[in-house]
């Protein structure tokens, strides 16, 4: 069963490089936008960050479940957030 990701980048070659990586999981209708601090999420209470200013970018995408792990640890190894 595929699930409907989102992560959050500090910039968007980061977030770029991430969904390069992330197309050998067979990765489904990425996007990637800049954030929008009004998106009714409090980054700084999810990700225990200091300066919710630094997230610029979210990449949206949907994966088949049985690849979360490796994704994490993508989206980790590029400076990304998942929530």
Not at 56 to 76: G, W
């Amino acid at each position: 069963m595929d699930k409907q990701v989102r992560a959050y980048f500090y910039t968007e070659n980061d977030a770029e490089s991430a969904k390069a990586d992330l197309e050998s999981y067979g990765i489904d209708e990425e996007r990637i936008e800049p954030f929008q601090s009004d998106e009714g999420i409090n980054l700084k209470e999810v990700f225990k960050l200091t300066d919710e200013d630094r997230i610029t970018h979210m990449l949206y995408f949907r994966v088949d479940n049985k690849y979360m792990t490796e994704v994490k640890e993508t989206i980790k190894a590029h400076n990304g957030q998942m929530e």
